[in-house]
C-alpha cells in the first residue's frame, strides 16, 4: 500500500513512524507546506497516554532527554492561594512519563526519526496541498510550491491528511463549514529563564476563565546555573480575535496590565513575563465536531480533523493517539477504505467530546468554582469553600475525557 501524508508536523510525523513499526505501507510519501523546517512555536505538553504511543516507537529516551517531567499540578487563586494539588505523570502511578519541552524538540526528534526510518528522500519540504481526487481505487492529490506554482500531482492508495487547523482538504469536503468559532478569549504564551518554584517541577494553573494563566517547566538548569526554562501562557476574556497563527507575535500592552498585581510569595507573574525571550498570540478558536473525517481513500487526522481549544496538551496529544489508532486500523484491515472509516468511528467521537469538554469545562473549572463561590476574594478556609474529594473529582472527569486517567493509560494498546 502506498500512503501520502500531507502536512509534516506532529500528526503527520508521528503517522509516518507508526505506519513504518506497523509495516502497514510499502511506501509512505510526506510532503509539507513549508519551503523549510524551522524551529518554530514554544512549549508542549505530551501526557501519559500519547508518550505511551510514542514510547512504542522508541521514542521515549530521546523525548525525556530533552524535557522536563513535571511531578506535581496545583491550582491557585489570582490572590496565589493554593487550592488544589496532586502528583501528576509518573508520580501519579503512570507507567509513562508526562514531558513537557519545546515544540521544536519535539519536531527535531520525529523529522529526525522519520528521515532515517522512511528515507529522507520521501519527506518533502515545499509541498502545499491544494486538492485531492479519487478514481479507479487511486488517489490523486495536487501540489503547488510556497510562491503557488503548480508542482507535479502525485498519487497514492490512501492520503491522510494532517495539514492543520486551515486544512485544504477539509475545507474541500466542508466547504461551507465557515470561520473559525471565536468564544471570547485569546492567548499570549512564551517562555522565560527563572528560578525554580514550588517542587521545580510543579505545573502551575492560577486565576478563573476571565484571567487565567499556566506555567510548567520545560528543562532544567537550561543556563547552566540552577535556573529552568519555563513556558507560560496566559488567556484572558476580549472581545476580539488575535489572528489564527500560531506564530504571530504578541504585545505586552496587550496582555499584561491583567496580571500587573500578580505578586506572590512564589512567584512573580508580571516579573516572569517581561522577561520572556518570545512572546506569541493564539485566539481561542475551535471547529464545531463534523459526521466524517473519512471520505473513501482519504482522511482528516489531527487539527485537520478536530481543531480544539489548546487545553489540557490536548492539541498534539490527539494527534498523536489518531495517528497510532489509524496505523492499527491499516495494519488489521485487508481493505484501506474500510480501515480509515473504523479510525473515523473509533477516533472521531473521542475527540468530539475533547472539543465540547474544553469549550464548558477544562482544567482551570477547579479554580471557577473556587473563586464563584468565595466572590474572588481570599479565602480564610479553604474547606468552607470546597473539598479536596470535590476538587480530585472535577480534576479526574477531565482526565477521564481527555484519554490520561492513569486507569485509561494502563490499558494495553489499540
Given amino acids: 500500500m502506498d500512503v501520502i501524508i500531507t502536512g509534516g508536523g506532529i500528526g503527520g510525523l508521528t503517522l509516518a513512524l507508526a505506519l513504518k513499526a506497523s509495516g502497514a505501507a510499502r511506501t509512505i510519501r510526506v510532503y509539507e507546506a513549508a519551503a523549510e523546517m524551522r524551529a518554530l512555536g514554544v512549549g508542549i505538553n505530551i501526557g501519559a497516554h500519547a508518550m505511551k504511543e510514542l514510547s512504542a516507537l522508541g521514542l521515549e529516551d530521546a523525548l525525556v532527554a530533552t524535557s522536563c517531567q513535571p511531578q506535581d499540578y496545583a491550582f491557585f487563586t489570582r490572590h496565589g492561594q493554593l487550592v488544589y494539588r496532586e502528583p501528576f ?6 507507567q509513562w512519563p508526562h514531558i513537557s519541552l519545546l515544540r521544536p524538540d519535539l519536531q527535531r526528534v520525529l523529522l529526525g526519526a522519520v528521515r532515517e526510518r522512511i528515507g529522507a528522500d520521501n519527506f518533502f519540504v515545499g509541498h502545499r496541498c491544494t486538492g485531492v481526487e479519487q478514481s479507479s481505487g487511486r488517489v490523486t492529490a495536487h501540489f503547488a510550491a510556497p510562491d503557488g506554482t503548480p508542482l507535479p500531482d502525485q498519487q497514492a492508495d490512501i492520503l491522510i491528511a494532517c495539514d492543520g487547523i486551515h486544512s485544504v482538504v477539509r475545507k474541500q469536503f466542508y466547504p461551507d463549514e465557515g470561520a473559525f468559532k471565536f468564544r471570547g478569549y485569546n492567548l499570549w504564551r512564551g517562555v522565560t529563564v527563572h528560578k525554580p518554584f514550588l517542587t521545580g517541577e510543579s505545573i502551575a494553573r492560577i486565576g478563573a476563565r476571565h484571567s487565567t494563566m499556566i506555567i510548567y517547566p520545560l528543562r532544567r538548569n537550561y543556563d547552566g546555573d540552577g535556573s529552568t526554562l519555563y513556558n507560560w501562557v496566559c488567556e484572558i476574556e476580549r472581545d476580539v480575535a488575535v489572528p489564527v497563527d500560531w506564530n504571530k507575535p504578541g504585545r505586552l500592552e496587550d496582555f499584561l496590565p491583567n496580571y500587573q498585581d500578580w505578586v506572590f510569595d512564589w512567584m512573580d507573574v508580571p516579573a516572569l513575563i517581561r522577561n520572556a525571550q518570545q512572546i506569541l498570540s493564539y485566539p481561542m478558536v475551535d471547529r464545531d465536531p463534523v459526521p466524517h473525517w473519512s471520505f473513501e481513500r482519504v482522511t482528516l487526522l489531527g487539527d ?6 489548546p487545553q489540557g496538551g490536548n492539541g498534539g496529544a490527539q494527534a498523536i493517539l489518531d495517528a ?8 488489521s484491515e485487508a481493505d484501506p477504505v474500510a480501515a480509515l472509516k473504523a479510525y473515523e468511528e473509533a477516533r472521531l467521537p473521542v475527540t468530539a467530546k475533547i472539543v465540547l469538554q474544553n469549550r464548558t469545562a477544562p482544567p482551570n473549572v477547579i479554580v471557577d468554582t473556587v473563586e464563584q463561590r468565595t466572590g474572588g476574594k481570599k479565602f480564610e478556609k479553604l474547606e468552607d469553600i470546597i473539598s479536596q474529594d470535590e476538587m480530585k473529582a472535577i480534576f479526574e472527569s477531565y482526565q477521564k475525557v481527555a484519554g490520561y486517567h492513569v486507569q485509561q493509560v494502563s490499558r494495553p494498546q489499540g
Fill in 324 to 331: 497510532a489508532a489509524l496505523a492499527r486500523f491499516l495494519a
Fill in 304 to 309: 485537520a480533523a478536530h481543531p480544539m481549544y
Fill in 89 to 94: 505523570g509518573k508520580a501519579a502511578g503512570h
